[in-house]
Every structure is written in C-alpha cells, then in structure tokens.
C-alpha cells in the first residue's frame, strides 16, 4: 500500500528557517515523481512542484520558484520542503503528493497534510 | 500568468446529474492538458478522481466521470449522493508546471 508520512505542525517565527518532510513507503520511492501542493486558510490547492528522487531533477511553478526549495533523500525514502526565511503569508497546509503512475506526473496520492503557521 | 477557471459553486439534488467544467486562460483544454480532476471535503486530504481527461483511478465511484466538453475539461456525477458534497478541483499540465483551478463548491441539497 502506497504510503506518505509527513510530518507535524509547525510554528515559526518570520524570518525563521525550516524544512517539513514526506517519508514515501509501500513502493519504489526512487521510481516515482513526489511533489508539493500549498492550500492558505479557506483558499485553493495551489501546484508548487514535484522532484523526481531517482536523480533529483526538480520543477517549480513559476510563482514558487525562488521561494522554496524541494529536495529527496532516496537513503531514507523522503522527500522535503524547505524554506530559508519563513514570512507570514507561508501560514499554509502544505500536501506532499506522489505521481499515481499513470504515464503523467499528475498527483494520486496524497499526505495527511503539514500546517505551517508563521506568526510574530 | 495563465489561470485556470472553474465555477465558483454549483448545487444538485441527491439522485441528480450536474457537470463541474475547467477552462483555461490560454484557450480550448485538449486532452494534451492531461486534465486530472480531486475531491476534497473539509478538514481531508485531496483525493484523485479522474486523471488524463477520463481514466478513473481504481477507487474512484462508477458516477464519476470525465470528459471534454466544448474546449474545456468536464467532470459529471451522475446519481448524486449526499456524500458527494464537497470541493472539486481540476488541474491541468502546461509543459512542465501544473496549475490548478480555484475550486467549485458542491452543494447537494
């Protein structure tokens, strides 16, 4: 069964760092396109981008390119999402979701979901 | 900044048929936008539905279904069940980033 484990809630500052994780089990985690997906309080899903952890070649939305970074560790099957310094409008769910496999790299799968909160 | 539309809201009777539809900003969807199609109820995850225009994934219900319709992408319930109530995105590929439509709410009243 095709698992993704992301972690806890988060509460940072602004201008604080931090990286949230997505561990992947239940297939080859090396073999299947993983992304990230914003949704703000009451607002749409909102694509960010998808790392391919096989050899980590990594696409962005325009909107989301610069701000984030999203990267693999194949040795422990996770993927992260990173921020270098958090501003309040990041108070976000953040979904990892990985590419059902179906000859596109659209998501199938999904995580339980990460709330990052960033307030003063 | 290419937008994808969807209708804000829509509302069905229980046992009804209606038709959620996904337009872009940069014309008619074809079926080389991939349009892929998720249910997401309140306080859950998304859950896939429809993935290249009309393929169900293996656990998505029989009334689920999708399609294109008059150059934008359609997804039809048909038999409409109260369990049925919930958001609806579509998402569609544009050579390498992929954009989301800003959701229709689903009444079932």
């Known amino acids: 069964e095709v698992q993704l484990v992301q972690s806890g809630a988060e509460v940072k500052k602004p201008g604080e760092s931090l990286k949230i994780s997505c561990k992947g089990s239940?297939?080859?985690?090396?073999?299947?396109?993983i992304g990230w997906v914003r949704q703000m309080p009451g607002k749409g899903l909102e694509w960010m981008g998808i790392?391919?952890?096989?050899?980590?070649?990594?696409r962005y939305s325009p909107s989301f390119q610069g701000q984030v970074t999203i990267s693999a560790d194949k040795s422990i099957s996770t993927a992260y999402l990173q921020w270098s310094s958090l501003k309040a409008s990041d108070t976000a769910m953040y979904y990892c979701?990985?590419?059902?496999?179906?000859?596109?790299?659209?998501?199938?799968?999904w995580g339980q979901g990460t709330l990052v909160t960033v307030s003063s | 900044q290419t937008v994808v539309t969807q209708e804000p809201s829509l509302t069905v009777s229980p046992g009804g048929t209606v038709t959620l539809t996904c337009a872009s900003s940069t014309g008619a969807v074809t079926s080389g936008y991939y349009p892929n199609w998720f249910q997401q109820k309140p306080g859950q995850a998304p859950r896939a539905l429809i993935y290249s225009t009309s393929n169900k994934h293996s656990w998505t219900p029989a009334r689920f279904s999708g399609s294109l319709l008059g150059g934008k992408a359609a997804l039809t319930l048909s038999g409409v069940q109260p369990e049925d109530e919930a958001e609806y995105y579509c998402?569609?590929?544009?050579?390498?980033?992929?954009?989301f439509g800003g959701g229709t709410k689903l009444t079932v009243l």
């Open positions: 979701a990985r590419q059902s496999g179906t000859g596109t790299t659209a998501p199938g799968y």
């Open positions: 998402l569609l590929y544009y050579g390498g980033p992929w954009v």
């Open positions: 239940g297939y080859s985690f090396t073999s299947y396109w």
């Open positions: 790392i391919y952890p096989g050899d980590s070649d990594t």
